[in-house]
């Protein structure tokens, strides 16, 4: 039995293990995502209406957390829209369709709350399935002018996104450093931090721009 409900007080611990469990080494040696989970939900851009788990015969296997972000045309009008992350699926159910039934219905939430796109950064090869684009192909860029091969953008209302260029501004929140986020990550159950290849990956897929 599936269900998907908001993340409550409750379930915080949980969510903070099995988010560091989903990316302990995954793009760098230890993680930074747990730190984040565990700081967002005292921010101001966090959005508690759409911090979502999954439960599966009751135990929670995962969970997906917005924070609001900005557009800015070359006019100066700002557009209010909404950032994932992280979402993540505990390792062992990893894979078997659940992250897409999260996704799927945290897109709906946000929609029927009257939002209309989703800018995010991740792999591609994960997102796309989900009805993500290219950055470039909505004329989306960050604060230099350049397209991040890793950033991608849903529109939750089609055509909702003219034709103009707009400059993507995420939620301070999530600027962590690795060194806070291995401060906090010091004080719980240890974990080996090891390099591996998806880390070659992830390095460079962020740091790869489309011309």
Known sequence: MIEI???TEKDYKTVEEITR???????????VEHYLVHIMRRHEDFIPKLDLVIELDGQVIGNIM?????????????????????VCIFP???????????MEDSFERAASLGYDVIVIFGSPANYVGRGFKSC????ICIENGRYPAAMMVKELKPGVLDG?????HESPVMAVTEEEAQAYD??????????????????????????
Request: aromatic residues 16%.
């Open 66 to 86: 917005y924070t609001h972000s900005r557009l800015v045309d070359e006019a100066g009008t700002e557009k209010d829209i909404l950032t994932f992350g992280p």
């Open 92 to 102: 062992a159910y990893q894979r078997m369709g659940y992250g897409k039934r999260l």
């Open 164 to 168: 103009r260029r707009w400059v993507y």
């Open 21 to 31: 469990k989903a990316f302990y080494n995954l793009y760098i040696p230890g993680c």
């Open 186 to 211: 010091d004080g719980l159950e240890k974990m080996e931090r090891a390099h591996q290849p998806s880390q070659e990956e992830f390095y460079i897929m962020s740091h790869s721009y489309l011309g």
């Open 5 to 7: 409900r908001n993340e």
């Open 136 to 139: 470039k192909k909505y004329d």
